[in-house]
């Protein structure tokens, strides 16, 4: 019985697979809300966006088979925003996804690589230059088997805050720009060859550290460090037999799961599962752009501009 159940679940997946997956529709930050990038024609993208612009106008995903061309660094396309969310080292940003459906179950994964300060921040960087280190790996991604195969996953404690996640924005940080690479790992076909998906979103950040005097990081060389640890570049990070994205979730309950990419970071604050909250904003917040200097001003909407 239990193997019939689990034959035919890929196969109910597979007719369930044409509806739309989701993208960030906004960040939270001390209740002040910043837009994400809709890639998918229905909503405006104005230039006060921190998301990333990506051409995923189904709302797709990343297979394994691509893990080493740059879709894997921030989605299709991926292009730098022009400005960037301020945030305090030590902070929570609330990422808001627009859905998730249950059966797309996996961890979820974020990262985070400085920019250079100088140079606009992050709004022009190459993002194959980016050199990520991971601060929350959802752990334990895999909960339990309460309600059977295939578990509860990190992605079942997103949906059930409304998708979204909190992420903790490491207080060791350096005063700077940085983009933060936030994504999904969705399981329901790992089992096929090629059969994960990934949805890695990247937003912009302006990181204002705990040090005093100002930025001393960020050559935006692909050796740059956070955290005092290096990072990795996002072409790469992750290979197609990775024992946790060729993995059949529906075969047998699971002992362990290993989340793919590096390890989580020395010094990192992941917001556990059980912390996870749902947040509403309280009013728009405003954007900055990194000038010359490692200087920041705060993003002024063109005057009669709707946006
Ligand atoms: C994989 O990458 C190639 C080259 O960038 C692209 O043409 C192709 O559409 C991508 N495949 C998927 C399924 O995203
Ligand atoms: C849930 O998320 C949607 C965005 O997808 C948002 O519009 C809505 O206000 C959120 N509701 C709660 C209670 O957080
Ligand atoms: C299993 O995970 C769910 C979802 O997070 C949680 O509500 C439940 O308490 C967990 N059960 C056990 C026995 O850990
Ligand atoms: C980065 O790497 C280059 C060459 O690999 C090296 O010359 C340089 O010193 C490194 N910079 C730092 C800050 O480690
Ligand atoms: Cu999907």
């Excluded at 100088?118 to 709004?123: F, I, N, P, S, V």
């Excluded at 699971?254 to 010094?267: A, C, D, M, N």
């Excluded at 010359?292 to 063109?302: D, H, I, Q, W, Y």
Aim: proline content about 9%; aromatic content about 8%; hydrophobic content about 40%.
């Amino acid at each position: 019985m239990l193997t019939t159940l689990a034959t035919l679940a890929p196969l109910l997946l597979f007719f369930m697979s044409v509806a739309a997956h989701s993208h960030i529709d906004y960040l939270i930050i001390n209740g002040l809300v910043y837009g994400g990038f809709d890639p998918t024609g229905r909503t405006a993208n104005p230039p006060s966006v921190v998301g990333w612009s990506t051409t995923v106008e189904d709302d797709g995903f990343v297979p394994p088979s691509n893990y080493s061309t740059p879709d894997i660094v921030c989605h299709r396309n991926g292009s730098p925003a022009k400005v960037h969310a301020p945030v305090k080292a030590g902070d929570k940003i609330h990422v808001q996804w627009n859905g998730w459906p249950e059966s797309h179950r996996g961890p979820v994964m974020s990262y985070l690589a400085p920019c250079t300060a100088a140079d606009g921040g992050c709004a022009s960087v190459d993002k194959t230059k980016l050199s990520w280190t991971k601060i929350d790996n959802s752990a334990p991604a895999l909960l339990n088997y309460t309600g059977g195969l295939p578990g509860l996953w990190a992605t079942n404690v997103l949906i059930g805050s409304n998708n979204s996640w909190l992420v903790g924005i490491p207080e060791g940080l350096e005063t700077g720009p940085y983009v933060l690479r936030h994504e999904l790992l969705a399981l329901h076909y790992a089992a096929r060859p090629d059969g994960a998906q990934n949805y890695p979103q990247c937003l912009n950040l302006w990181v204002e550290g705990r040090d005093t005097g100002g930025v001393t990081s960020n050559s935006g060389g692909s050796n740059e460090t956070v955290l005092g640890s290096k990072g990795i570049p996002a072409v790469g990070m992750y290979k197609a037999n990775d024992p946790g994205v060729a993995i059949d979730i529906y075969a047998k309950t699971l002992t362990t799961y290993i989340v793919p990419g590096p390890t989580v970071v020395s010094g990192a604050q992941p917001v556990p599962m059980s912390m996870q909250v749902l947040s509403l904003p309280t009013a728009a917040g405003t954007p900055v752009v990194v000038v010359s200097g490692a200087k920041t001003l705060p993003f002024v909407m063109e005057t009669g501009a709707m946006y």
